[in-house]
Each structure stands twice: as structure tokens, then as C-alpha cells.
């Protein structure tokens, strides 16, 4: 079975400060990508970044970049200088590269950005 | 355009009640996607379409019904439904579902209460 397990349920940052939201998951795949949502109380998913297996770089977003471990089936998501624009639910997802768009989502973790 | 637009907003149905949830892209997305999530959980995959083509329902209950008129138009359906059906309704497309996948565009969701 495919999973993503997102541990940190909410997570708390200063503004200005970095933070990391941790992700793992599961697959026996070698062909899939990565991607971290956001989800403001506006309700609509936006794509904050997006990781490709087959790349050993990591992503970066302006203030958003990723630790991609694959060896250890992790992909963690760095927000650096955070800005109160920034609270939200993050979801961790994955997807088969063969994949007919069946994105796999974490549980999600709540952003909180205090001033 | 790189939007997805959802109609209507909000929706309050009774059980007895026909009613219909509309999503529009003009990406040029061959694939096109209905997930529903309840408060506070990820989004949980209901219907695929590849091509205009039901192609992944996700055991979803038949007071569900999809339809894709045409490349840029997804409709949901529905009928009899219960309270517990109550929870937002987002709508997602993805370019080609046979070609790389790139990523998911959502929509800011239809949230539906039935009483």
C-alpha cells in the first residue's frame, strides 16, 4: 500500500523564522513525484512545490525548498523568513508516475505564523 | 488561465433534493478529477476522467453521479443524499494523463450541507 504520514498534526512559527513540516511515505515505485499543497482557510489547494523522483537536486520556491531523502522515503518542506500569509494546512502528496492522477495525501499539517 | 472554477460556492440541499456541482477549466486539461474532504482530513479521490472518459470511480456511492460533457466541463450530480455526504466537494485537473505528470490545479470547492 502507498501512504504519506505526515507526524506534526500543527506546528507553530515566528514570523520571519524558518520552519520545516516533515513527510514520509511509503511505495515500492521508482517512478513517482512528490509534492507539498497548501491549503488557506479559502479553501483551494495551491502547489507550493513539487519534487520528481529521478532527481537527486532538491526543489526550491523563492522561500520554500525541499530535503528530498528517497533512501529513506522523506520529503521535508523548509519555509524560510515566514510571513503570516503563509498559515495554512500543508498536505504532503504523492503520485505514480503511471498513475492516472490518483494524488495520495498526508493528514496535513496546520501552519500557525505569530507575529 | 491557469484557474479552475467551481460553481456553486456554497450549496444547503435537503435529502430529497437533485442538485448539481459544476467545474469549468480552459487549460486545455485532459484529466479531471472530483475529490471530497470533511473537515480537518485530506482530500479523498471520488471520480476520474481521462479524455472525457470515466475512468477511476472510487466505490463511490451511485447518489453520486459524474458526468463530462465535454474537455473543459465536469459536472457531479446529485441525489438522495445524506447529511454525512455534508463536506466540501473540490474539483482538480492535470494536463495529460497519459504524459508526464506535471500537477493537479484545484478549484476552491463547492461546500455542501445536506439537512
Known amino acids: 500500500a502507498q501512504t504519506v504520514t505526515q507526524s506534526q498534526p500543527e506546528m507553530s512559527v515566528q514570523e520571519a523564522e524558518t520552519v520545516t513540516l516533515s513527510c514520509t511515505y511509503d511505495?515500492?515505485?521508482?517512478?513517482?513525484?512528490l509534492f507539498w499543497y497548501k491549503q488557506p482557510p479559502s479553501r483551494q489547494m495551491i502547489l507550493v512545490i513539487r519534487?520528481?523522483?529521478?532527481?537527486?537536486q532538491n526543489a526550491t520556491e523563492n522561500r520554500f525548498s525541499v530535503n528530498f531523502q528517497k533512501a529513506a522515503k522523506s520529503f521535508s518542506l523548509k519555509i524560510s523568513d515566514s510571513q503570516l500569509g503563509d498559515a495554512a494546512m500543508y498536505f504532503c502528496?504523492?503520485?505514480?508516475?503511471?498513475?492516472?492522477?490518483?494524488?495520495?495525501f498526508g493528514k496535513g499539517t496546520k501552519l500557525s505564523v505569530k507575529p | 488561465d491557469t484557474e479552475v472554477t467551481q460553481t456553486p460556492k456554497h450549496l444547503v440541499m435537503g435529502m430529497t433534493n437533485k442538485k448539481s456541482l459544476k467545474c469549468e477549466q480552459h487549460?486545455?486539461?485532459?484529466?479531471m478529477y472530483w475529490y471530497k474532504q470533511k473537515a480537518k482530513k485530506p482530500p479523498e479521490l471520488m471520480f476520474v476522467?481521462?479524455?472525457?472518459?470515466?475512468?477511476i470511480n472510487e466505490s463511490v456511492p451511485s447518489r453520486f453521479s459524474p458526468e463530462c460533457p465535454n474537455s473543459s466541463l465536469l459536472n457531479l450530480h446529485l441525489h438522495a443524499l445524506q447529511p454525512e455526504d455534508s463536506a466540501l466537494y473540490l474539483c482538480?485537473?492535470?494536463?495529460?494523463?497519459?504524459?508526464?505528470?506535471?500537477?493537479?490545479?484545484f478549484g476552491q470547492g463547492t461546500r455542501l450541507t445536506v439537512v
Open positions: 482538480a485537473s492535470s494536463q495529460d494523463p497519459s504524459a508526464v505528470y506535471t500537477e493537479a490545479f
Open positions: 511505495t515500492s515505485e521508482s517512478d513517482y513525484y
Open positions: 519534487q520528481e523522483a529521478y532527481k537527486q
Open positions: 502528496a504523492f503520485i505514480n508516475g503511471g498513475s492516472q492522477g490518483n494524488l495520495i
Open positions: 487549460m486545455g486539461h485532459r484529466a
Open positions: 476522467y481521462s479524455y472525457e472518459k470515466l475512468s
